[in-house]
Structure formats: C-alpha cells, structure tokens
C-alpha cells in the first residue's frame, strides 16, 4: 500500500515567493494532519482536517499560512508570502481516525527559503 | 510550555546492550502514548504505543512502560542494534480528542 506521499521533497525559493506542499493521504483515512519540523521548537503541528473539513488550526503562525483539503485524497500547504524564518521541514500525516489511532507520516518537504 | 519533555537530546549505547529512553508529561489527561522512529530524510514511523490502564507493552525488542503516576514513560531496547540509531519521539494524546502533543525528540547512537 502507498503511504502518505508528499511533494516535492526539497524546495528552495527565495523570500517573497509563493510556496505551495502537496500532500496525499493514505486511502481511506479520514485524519490529515500539518506538521512543521525545527531546530528550536521541534515537531508542531499547523494545522488538522477531518473529512476534509479544518478542525484546529490553532498551530498556523500567521496569516501567511494557509491549508486547504479540495478533497480526500488531496491537500495543500501554502505559504504566501514565505520569509527566511519559514525554513523547515514540514510533514503531512494521516490517520484512520482519532484518538488511539497512530499517524502515519510522509517524509517530508525540505524547504529553504533565501 | 512543552507538555511532552524528553530531557535527553542525545544517548549513546553499545550493540547489544540495553537502550533506555525517558519521556515526561505534565498533562493529566493524556491516557495514550505513543513512540515513533525517525530516520534522516524521512518521516517518523510509528514503533508502539501504551494506553493508560497498562502500565507495560511489549513488541519484540521493545517494551514501553509507563508510570501514571509520575507522569513518566520509557521506551526499552533490548538488545540494541546498529539499525536502531534514530531519532525517537515520544507522543501523547487524550481521549476526548485531541492531537497528539510530540516531545522534542532524542537521538540514539548504537556503537557497533
């Protein structure tokens, strides 16, 4: 079975730029989850969508950060405009349901921001 | 205001020998705990999970233990591998909904 699949897997751009994570959940998995990985503060989560819909996205930082789920086997990650202080890892995980039940985690995309 | 502490960033360990890693929390609620694995340039993968009315589980060559009362759980290794060398955090969550809370992650070196 695929796992949860997200692209790309590096990006680089520079500040001011539009950056938009993909992020395709596990089939049947109701749960996505938005996690953003640093040096400082660890494994956060932004944001969590169940059935689609958002259900907390008290993690977002700013107004710059937005997170949309079109559909169940489809979401997006955008950071418009992207500043220096940006620069992560972010992983999407998805979940059969919750609580009780373990995230499963893509690998991640490796973002920099110049 | 970290709910989920792993107060050892690091931990070095021969092969063979024993592994231990240590994670507390301050939230009385959360009566699920979970460990997962991290290997560089990948995501974490989930490696086992206690809930609260146990205070042990076992999977192979790791056992989870958790003391409720000191708000405290460890992850054991036995016997470590040079394959185990990750990172590994430790998560918590509460049954009436909410999301797993990740602890800061501790990084384990086996020596072969």
């Known amino acids: 079975d695929a796992g949860v699949i997200q692209s790309p897997r590096h990006e680089v751009t520079e500040m001011g730029q539009e950056v938009t994570l993909r992020c395709k959940p596990i089939?049947?998995?109701?749960?996505l989850f938005w996690y953003r990985q640093t040096m400082m503060r660890g494994l956060e989560l932004l944001i969590y969508?169940?059935?689609?819909?958002?259900?907390?996205d008290s993690g977002m930082p700013e107004d710059r950060f937005s997170a949309k789920m079109p559909n169940a086997s489809f979401s997006t990650l955008k950071i418009q405009p992207s500043e220096p202080r940006d620069s992560a890892v972010y992983f999407c995980?998805?979940?059969?349901?919750?609580?009780?039940?373990?995230?499963?985690f893509g690998d991640g995309t490796r973002l920099s921001i110049l | 205001d970290q709910q989920v502490k792993q107060n050892s960033p690091s931990l070095s360990v021969q092969e063979g020998r024993i592994s231990i890693l240590n994670c507390d929390y301050t939230?009385?609620?959360?009566?699920?705990f979970l460990w997962y694995k991290k290997y560089p340039a990948e995501g974490p993968t989930f490696l086992i999970s206690?809930?609260?009315?146990?205070d042990k589980n076992e999977d192979g060559r790791f056992t989870v233990f958790l003391n409720k009362s000191a708000k405290h759980l460890s992850l054991h290794i036995v016997p470590s591998q040079p394959g185990d060398s990750a990172v590994y955090f430790c998560?918590?969550?509460?049954?009436?909904?909410?999301?797993?809370?990740f602890g800061p992650g501790t990084r384990l070196s086996v020596l072969p």
């Open positions: 995980a998805s979940s059969p349901g919750i609580p009780n039940q373990p995230q499963h």
């Open positions: 089939s049947g998995h109701d749960y």
């Open positions: 969508f169940n059935n689609n819909v958002p259900i907390d």
């Open positions: 939230n009385s609620m959360f009566d699920y």
């Open positions: 206690i809930s609260s009315i146990k």
């Open positions: 998560a918590a969550s509460a049954s009436f909904g909410q999301n797993f809370v």
